[in-house]
């Protein structure tokens, strides 16, 4: 009897470990939607977003324009596919590639750093994107994160 | 208004095909094929925030088909004045399914053919594209996923009606006529490379893109108009002498309901697809006093699995059924279907690059050509290999 008690204690150590060893990852952004502050809104939920990357919805509430702006291999683009547009990057890709090549659609600019990214969102009107987390925007005034609503 | 965002992109690929006891798609495919390449380049720009343009030239080669004349595959603006509003005007690619606007893109499917029961391959000019106009839009419906609508309207062009791939059917529906008439004997008849003209196009499409993650479901119908005409050689045998007579022939079709039913399923790398689709048309020949309506169909189901980053399996199975109404009785009844089970397999060696394998298992003779197969096997092979890359 005793001894089937401290398999148990072992057991729920061996998972408290665990446990400690993955909540800092959970409680950490692996990527921040950002806007310019030109947009009004400062929540979204994950469809909108979706809709807005795939070339869907093209126009803010207030009709003005939307830019859609991407990062280019990164962990953050791939947690972004995952969570936000719910494809692999490669999907991705291939969806706008059709889009492409049928002509009805260009798509969003990408870059390679999240520097390059910033640089553009803070300074294009309308503007949405991501970058790796959780960002600094220190000094970025014309930006705004966007709270995620799943 | 401010012109931005020029862009050029363009594919090319090359392909080698073989089969067994049957030729397929023009090519002499018994001995082995190489006649089966595509090259494009497209355009597309767009002028300040609604108004957007591009135009696309491709090139190919299908066995007689294409030989590398350079053709107009689309071109048109487009103005979108709402998202769930937008106009386009010039050649446009036709909304018929899924994968019909997609379909000459090798770099966007697993396989290097599509389904032939719904995308086939002989029939694809009318379906392809339209001269005309369209509207679209994008509706988000709260909660229940959202929907994307078009109707368009038009003409369109079948650019190589002599190549081979239009003998069947003529030869199909003048066979429709002909067995009713008093000969003395069956007549031979032999269609003289035909010449059709696309009149009129219109339709619509809907895609519902479902609550369900990964779920869309969709329905394309169409309806057109096209004339076909051929110089028909036909040998009446009689007891003394067989007659033979050229006859010009006109006929008039008018597909009626061309409805494509489509659903598809995407989890992680997981796609499953199921297209479905009917044709019911009418022909009528000015010198005979009765028309002739026929309906013709397939479907196909395709399983598609993204094993890792630079290796796809897919595997369909594709059923395409012919009208036997009207026809000869000699005929024999596999020219009626044509039951493909396909496996292959898509190598992304880069992210531009793709080389593709695949081998299929045929049952039947439907939408073979007559001209490369004198005889006909109903039981047959072909493999494929096509290497294509984009930029």
Redesign the interface.
């Known amino acids: 009897m005793e001894e089937r008690s401290m398999i148990w204690q072992r057991y729920v150590i061996v998972l408290c470990l665990c446990l400690l060893a993955v909540l800092p990852a959970m409680g950490q952004d692996e990527f921040v939607v950002i806007v310019n502050t030109s947009v009004s809104n400062s929540t979204m939920n994950q469809n909108t977003i979706q809709t807005i990357f795939l070339g869907k919805k093209t126009e803010w509430d207030d009709g003005s324009p939307i830019v859609p702006v991407t990062l280019e291999d990164s962990d953050a683009q791939r947690a972004f596919m995952r969570k936000i547009i719910k494809k692999t990057p490669r999907s991705f890709s291939t969806y706008w590639i059709s889009r492409l090549y049928t002509g009805k659609a260009i798509p969003p600019r990408s870059f390679q750093t999240d520097k390059d990214l910033l640089d553009f969102v803070e300074s294009n009107d309308g503007s949405i994107g991501f970058v790796t987390g959780p960002a600094s925007l220190e000094g970025r005034d014309h930006i705004k994160k966007i709270n995620v609503v799943y | 208004m401010e012109l931005s965002?020029v862009?050029v992109?363009g594919?090319i690929s090359q392909g080698y095909m073989k089969t067994t006891d049957n030729n397929f798609l023009t090519m002499m495919t018994k001995d082995g094929s190489f006649e089966f390449n595509e090259a494009?380049v497209?355009f597309?720009f767009?002028l300040g925030?609604?108004l957007?343009?591009?135009?696309?030239l491709f090139s190919k080669d299908l066995g007689r088909e294409g030989n590398h004349n350079i053709i107009l595959d689309?071109?048109?603006g487009?103005y979108?004045w709402?998202?769930w509003l937008g106009f386009r005007l010039g050649r446009?690619?036709t909304p018929r399914g899924f994968y019909n606007?997609?379909r000459d893109?090798d770099?966007?499917r697993s396989t290097v053919l599509l389904p032939q029961s719904v995308y086939d391959e002989g029939m694809k000019d009318p379906a392809f594209a339209y001269q005309g106009a369209g509207i679209y839009g994008?509706l988000?419906l709260n909660g229940g996923g959202?929907l994307?609508y078009e109707f368009f309207g038009g003409t369109f062009n079948v650019y190589d009606s002599r190549s081979g791939f239009w003998d069947n059917n003529f030869k199909f529906l003048i066979d429709g006529f002909t067995r009713e008439m008093p000969f003395p004997a069956p007549p031979v008849i032999t269609v003289r490379e035909p010449f059709i003209r696309g009149n009129y196009i219109y339709g619509s499409a809907l895609k519902w893109n479902t609550p369900l993650?990964?779920l869309r479901v969709g329905g394309s119908i169409l309806y057109a108009g096209l004339d076909m005409q051929s110089d028909v050689e036909v040998l009446i045998p009689t007891e003394l002498i067989t007659i033979i007579q050229l006859v010009p022939i006109n006929l008039e079709v008018e597909v009626q309901d061309h409805i494509v039913y489509s659903a598809e399923y995407?989890y992680?790398?997981l796609t499953l697809a199921w297209e479905k689709h009917t044709n019911k048309y009418i022909v009528r020949e000015p010198s005979f006093q009765t028309n002739r309506d026929y309906e013709t169909g397939g479907w196909y189901a395709q399983l598609t699995y993204?094993l890792t980053?630079w290796l796809t399996v897919s595997s369909y199975y594709s059923d395409s059924r012919d009208e036997k109404k009207y026809q000869p009785p000699e005929k024999p009844d596999h020219d009626y279907w044509l039951i493909d089970e396909c496996l292959a397999l898509a190598f992304?060696l880069t992210?531009n690059w793709l080389v593709k394998l695949e081998g299929h298992y045929m049952d039947g003779t439907y939408t073979l050509g007559i001209r490369e197969n004198p005889e006909m096997v109903q039981y047959w092979s072909m493999f494929a290999v096509k290497t294509s890359f984009?930029f």
Do not use: M
């Open positions: 965002q862009q992109h594919f494009a497209n597309s767009k925030a609604k957007k343009g591009g135009v696309q689309w071109g048109y487009d979108r709402k998202d446009i690619k606007e997609t893109i770099a966007l994008f988000p959202d994307e993650e990964g995407k992680e790398n993204q980053d992304n992210p984009h």
